[in-house]
């Protein structure tokens, strides 16, 4: 069977009439207040992100972990705070991604929050770097039931890979792929759908075809080509790629650059997901990296209560009326993010 077919069958698997009728409650909801104007939200979100850890080894220049740039304190999720929570949730969820910054595989019990979310048969993804996919991590990584592993991989030589992913080292991230794609042999497992993202910039735009082509010879699932969020990219960055199918931003006549997508006063992603941080601030969606527009504290409140309150109410109505009012919608490029092989 196709591999990508198998996924999106695993993944319809999780459908049970309770999550299908949220699903559509969700929807509904969301279409109505675009066409009334004025916010309001039904059942609860379809699909979450939480965050394990914002701790990292790398030191990637566009992301607040690698650059050390937080100013929200760095922590570990705690077991009783993400129990709770999937307790709570876990008849509608349908989708968990685990990640949102850092790197999951250093909370130590990460794999056993995985498999907490399998044994409720919700969909699950993690996001890694891939350096700590040693040979027990892998076997464990395949008996959590993970349905989906994206292994970053920006270059397919060691002398590119390392000018994004600084501190890495390609070498560890393609034994702890072969370590994943054994395991899953040896354990005659289709899952986790194992995933090569590569993060298009000009360093490594020449290696496209040489990383579907290492993705071939390794039993790789897939490959997902994606674009690059640049924080300071009207002036122009090293980083952004002359190939404009994978550039976000469009350069423009003066020699300044602009977000290429528009976008419209509201956002599907308020009516459906949201971001958990480590410690149990519920944020908007993965563009608030540092937790600045922060919804409700699970550590105070339940997420039923919070999901409905004043302030995710007042927050989903100022995007529709100006989405413009709100800082980090201004480089949002939604819609323009990845092109999958």
């Known amino acids: 069977m196709n591999r990508n077919l198998y996924d999106g069958l695993n993944f319809a698997s999780k459908l049970t009439p309770r999550r299908v009728a949220n699903a559509l409650k969700v929807v509904g909801s969301y279409y109505r207040s675009r066409q009334s104007g004025q916010a309001a939200q039904r059942g609860l979100p379809m699909s979450i992100s939480f965050e394990p850890t914002t701790s990292c080894n790398l030191r990637c220049p566009e992301c607040p972990s690698g650059l050390r740039s937080f100013t929200r304190p760095t922590g570990m999720l705690g077991e009783d705070l993400y129990k709770r929570t999937i307790d709570e949730l876990h008849e509608t969820l349908l989708y968990l991604i685990f990640y949102f910054q850092g790197e999951p595989y250093l909370h130590p019990q990460f794999l056993d929050l ?15 770097n891939a350096h700590y996919l040693t040979d027990a991590n892998a076997r464990k990584t395949v ?62 735009q020449h290696q496209i075809a040489q990383v579907k082509k290492l993705a071939r010879e390794l039993g790789v699932d897939e490959v997902g080509l994606k674009t690059a969020q640049i924080y300071d990219y009207e002036n122009g960055s090293d980083l952004i790629p002359t190939i404009d199918k994978y550039s976000r931003y469009a350069h423009q006549a003066d020699d300044t650059y602009r977000i290429k997508n528009g976008f419209g006063d509201h956002c ?23 937790a600045h527009h ?44 990845v092109w999958g092989d």
């Not at 599907?268 to 608030?288: A, E, N, R, Y």
């Not at 999901?307 to 009326?321: E, I, S």
């Open 268 to 290: 599907w992603k308020m009516w459906h997901s949201c971001v958990i941080t480590w410690d149990g601030l519920v944020v908007p969606c993965c563009f608030d990296k540092d």
């Open 294 to 337: 922060r919804l409700g504290d699970l550590q105070t409140e339940s997420f039923a209560d919070l999901w409905h309150g004043p302030a995710y109410t007042n927050f989903r109505q100022t995007l529709l009326r100006s989405r413009s009012e709100i800082e980090m919608c201004r480089n949002c490029t939604e819609g323009t993010q």
């Open 114 to 128: 995985v498999r907490y979310a399998t044994d409720r048969n919700i969909y699950t993804a993690t996001s890694t």
């Open 143 to 204: 008996e959590s039931g993970l349905d989906r592993l994206i292994i970053s991989i920006d270059g397919t030589t060691q002398e590119v890979y390392q000018q994004y992913r600084v501190g890495g080292k390609l070498e560890k991230v393609l034994e702890g792929t072969k370590n994943i794609i054994r395991w899953k042999k040896e354990l005659k497992s289709r899952t986790p759908h194992v995933v090569f993202q590569f993060l298009v910039v000009k360093p490594n």
